[in-house]
């Protein structure tokens, strides 16, 4: 069986790995832990462990009962208590993590309980603090402050350099296809890539690397990017390796749904720039899925495309 690997975090590794999991394929997911914001900013503070928060979104998507799961996991009281605003996921996350003595522990351990079909990786087990320096020269701290910062940023890096997850860097090696997913570049992506160990591995394989582009810009990351933009942002974080495939939505948004986005999530479509992209192998298709008036990718069809490269 033919090995992906995926790095991102957030809805877009999950969103991605709904539909891969439909595929005869062994999936490993590395996830970023640089989140900080709600009940898992307030799970980090109080027990210096990673962010938990993607990591159980990567569990909802991957579980083989995925509807029940969701529900339970998602959870988030709503009380007067020190409990308000946390997920039952997060807190089972961190009160497994601590009997276990770590995170991979605790995702090892709840794999088996929710039928995961695919291995879930914890990019570090340490307590990252993700940095941004903009293009202002102003340097921000935290992954939640970057993004609500609405500032360029130029650069992002971790304060203090982390141990990363053995199992990630064998993945990887071993991986006949990886991924980088949609997410928010700066704040999602790129936090698997400012590892010069991520970054050695890449280099050591010999697999193509893919990366699936967002449909809409981020606010406060990418505003006004192309598809080439996003490839170039990552380049440069690859160092000497570089994205080999691209797979981009060339599906038209109405322009009710485009004015939607744009008045009240500050967000635009991202084109395709096709001259910019000569030299890289551009899979396109229509990926727009609208489910309750929002843009989301039809995560089957992008796993087709995947597959496909693999066979």
């Known amino acids: 069986m033919k090995k992906v ?38 799970l980090r503070q109080e027990f210096k462990t990673p962010a938990v928060g993607d990591i159980r979104q990567v569990l909802i998507s991957l579980s083989e009962t995925e509807p029940l799961v969701q529900n339970l996991l998602n959870y988030r009281f709503s009380t007067t208590s020190d409990l308000n605003g946390h997920t039952i996921g997060n807190l089972l996350l961190t009160a497994m993590s601590d009997i276990t003595g770590n995170l991979s522990g605790a995702v090892e351990s709840l794999s088996d309980v929710f039928n995961l079909k695919g291995k879930v990786i914890p990019l570090t087990e340490d307590d990252v603090v993700l940095m941004g320096l903009m293009t202002d020269g102003t340097i921000i701290e935290g992954e939640n402050k970057i993004t609500s910062a609405n500032k360029k940023i130029d650069k992002v890096y971790y304060k203090k350099t982390p141990t990363i997850n053995n199992d990630a860097i064998t993945a990887i090696k071993e991986a006949d296809l990886i991924v980088l997913s949609m997410g928010s570049l700066y704040t999602s992506i790129i936090p698997n890539l400012i590892c010069q160990d991520i970054i050695d591995a890449l280099h050591a394989s010999n697999s193509k690397l893919m990366y699936v582009s ?28 570089k994205i080999d495939i691209v797979i981009a939505n060339n599906g038209e948004i109405s322009e009710e749904l485009r004015k939607k986005y744009e008045i009240l999530e500050q967000k635009d479509p991202v084109e395709i720039d096709y001259k910019k992209l000569k030299g890289i192998e551009l899979i396109e298709d229509n990926f727009i899925l609208i489910e309750d008036d929002m843009i989301r990718h039809n995560n089957l069809k992008l796993a087709f495309h995947i597959f496909s490269n693999l066979v």
């Open 5 to 42: 690997v995926v790095l991102g975090g957030g809805t877009g590794l999950s969103t991605l790995l709904r539909g891969l999991k439909q595929f005869p394929i062994e999936i490993s997911a590395i996830v970023s832990v640089s989140d900080d914001g709600r009940s898992t900013g307030r």
């Open 214 to 241: 967002n449909m809409m810009t981020q606010p406060g990351e990418t505003d006004n990017f192309t598809v080439s933009e996003h490839v170039k942002v990552l380049n440069r974080y690859l160092q000497k390796r």
